[in-house]
């Protein structure tokens, strides 16, 4: 049993910081690498972050490298993604996902949550 909730989304203004958090319930956290994926509104949902099981490797998409930051706590089973100097481009659902496959894929992740909407203004 994988459950995943997201949370910490919002609307904020250009050059604003949100922190999202996705805390998973059920199996241990340490089995999976958790990403962080999103989708505009007319948009393939697209890889936006990932971190391992030991949190020693982390990738994160050219777009908000420099801006974001995926992080997690395993005593906590949450996984972070800190996201600075917010754009109207940065405008989306944002979905946590749980998978023993470390990869940029959405295929190669079989447990999501709900999303949580980031809406950035000018």
């Known amino acids: 049993q994988v459950i995943l909730v997201e949370s910490g989304g919002g609307l904020v203004q250009a050059g604003d910081s949100l922190r999202l958090s996705c805390v998973l319930a059920?199996?241990?956290?340490?089995?999976?690498?958790m990403g962080w994926f999103r989708q505009a509104p007319g948009k393939e949902r697209e890889f936006v972050a990932i971190?391992?099981?030991?949190?020693?490797?982390?990738d994160h998409a050219d777009f908000v490298k420099g801006r974001f930051a995926i992080s997690r706590v395993d005593a906590e089973k949450t996984v972070y993604l800190q996201m600075d100097k917010l754009g109207p481009e940065d405008t989306a659902v944002y979905y946590c996902?749980?998978?023993?496959?470390?990869?940029?894929?959405?295929?190669?992740?079989?447990?999501w949550g709900q999303g949580t909407q980031v809406t950035v203004s000018s």
């Open positions: 971190i391992s099981r030991n949190g020693g490797r982390r």
């Open positions: 059920g199996d241990p956290f340490s089995w999976f690498n």
């Open positions: 996902a749980a998978g023993n496959v470390y990869g940029t894929s959405v295929a190669d992740f079989p447990y």
